[in-house]
């Protein structure tokens, strides 16, 4: 979620597996919970052939949710869990 919010560029798939020592459909898992928690802050998840994912929206939505997300550790309690 933190690679995700403060990289400006597209982030390969590949490169995240590597760094962070997961397999594929252990990020596959977890992307889904971030697009639940980015999709509270009117977030999204772009993805792009060949160049790789990120995430798109407002500004003041991507810094609303590394605020109140990141910098608080404060999990959103989603409704659908």
Do not use: W
Not at 16 to 43: C, H, M, P, W
Not at 50 to 67: A, H, L, Q, W
Request: proline fraction near 2%.
């Amino acid at each position: 979620m933190k690679r995700l919010l403060f990289h400006l560029d597209y982030i390969k798939i590949e490169d995240l597996l590597a760094e962070l020592f997961v397999s594929r459909s252990t990020l596959q898992s977890d992307l889904k919970t971030v697009r639940n928690i980015l999709q509270y802050y009117g977030l999204s998840i772009e993805h792009k052939p060949n160049y790789g994912m990120k995430v798109i929206g407002k500004e003041v939505s991507i810094r609303f949710c590394i605020s109140e997300y990141i910098f608080n550790q404060q999990p959103i309690m989603m409704e659908s869990q």
